[in-house]
C-alpha cells in the first residue's frame, strides 16, 4: 500500500506542534543572503531541523537548488515537491579546516577508540542511511567523528546524493546502508566517476579491493548486529 506523502507531512507537523516545536521553531529560518560560492549564487540555505514540502515551497522562490543542515529531515513529500519542479536539494556539513599539511582531520582518529591512522587531505568519508536499524544508529554514533552522515528515503535517492558527493569530490569512500544494495549500486554506477559495489562481508570487500577500486559500498543491514556492520565499514575503511 502506498501512502500519500503530504500525509507523512501534516503527521510530522503535528507531532511537532504536540512536542511545542511547531510553528518557526519547527521550520527553522531562510537565510536573508544566498549563499556563494566562486561569486555565484548556490541557493536558498534553510535553516530548519524538518523540511516540509509546504516549508520548501514558501523558501524556492524560483530557486534551482535548495541548502539545508546535514542533519535536517527532508519529509518525502518535499523529495517529490522538489523534483516536480527541479529543484534540487543539497545537504551541507560544516567544512574541517585541514590542520597542517599531512591531515585533514583529527590524525588520531578512531573507529569505537581504535586508532586507524592519519586521513589524507581531501578524503571525506560519508554515510547514507536508506534501512535504519539500532545497529546502524549505534554504529552512526561511533562514526560521527570521521564520518558525515545522511538519511535518504529510497535507493534512487541514495544513489542521486552518492553520485552528487563524488563528483562534487565531497566524499572519496561512500557506504549506503539500503535493503536493496544491487538496484542502488546499479543505479550509482550510471555516472562514470562511481565504482558502486554491493557487499556481504568483510571478504568482499577485500575481494573488491584486488580487482578495482571501488568508491560506494552498498550494504543490506538487516539483521546485521553492530559488530558485524562495525567490521564491514572498518574493512572498507581500511581499504
Do not use: Y
Not at 39 to 50: F, K, L, P, Y
Amino acid at each position: 500500500m502506498q501512502i500519500d506523502t503530504s500525509i507523512i507531512d501534516r503527521i510530522v507537523a503535528g507531532v511537532l506542534t504536540q512536542l511545542g516545536t511547531g510553528g518557526e521553531g519547527a521550520r527553522g529560518h531562510v537565510t536573508a543572503e544566498t549563499q556563494r560560492r566562486g561569486g555565484s549564487a548556490e541557493g536558498v540555505a534553510i535553516d530548519a531541523n524538518v523540511v516540509t514540502a509546504d516549508v520548501l515551497l514558501e523558501c524556492m522562490k524560483g530557486e534551482s537548488r535548495i541548502l539545508v543542515t546535514e542533519r535536517a529531515i527532508v519529509t518525502p513529500a518535499a523529495w517529490d515537491a522538489a523534483r516536480e519542479r527541479g529543484v534540487e536539494i543539497i545537504k551541507q556539513s560544516p567544512r574541517v579546516t585541514p590542520r597542517g599539511s599531512a591531515t585533514q582531520r583529527d590524525p588520531d582518529h578512531r573507529l569505537n577508540g581504535e586508532s586507524h591512522g592519519a586521513l589524507p587531505v581531501g578524503l571525506e568519508l560519508l554515510l547514507i542511511v536508506v534501512r535504519g536499524t539500532n545497529a546502524v544508529e549505534q554504529l552512526g554514533g561511533d562514526l560521527a567523528a570521521t564520518w558525515r552522515r545522511e538519511l535518504n528515503s529510497n535507493p534512487d535517492e541514495a544513489a542521486s546524493c552518492a553520485i552528487s558527493a563524488i563528483c562534487r569530490g565531497e566524499a572519496s569512500t561512500i557506504v549506503i546502508f539500503v535493503e536493496q544494495t544491487h538496484q542502488t549500486a546499479c543505479l550509482a554506477n550510471r555516472n562514470e566517476q562511481v565504482q558502486a559495489v554491493a557487499i556481504v562481508d568483510p571478504g568482499d570487500v577485500r575481494r573488491v579491493h584486488s580487482q578495482f577500486k571501488a568508491n560506494v559500498w552498498c550494504v543490506d543491514p538487516t539483521g546485521r548486529s553492530w559488530f558485524e556492520l562495525r567490521n564491514l565499514v572498518r574493512a572498507i575503511s581500511d581499504n
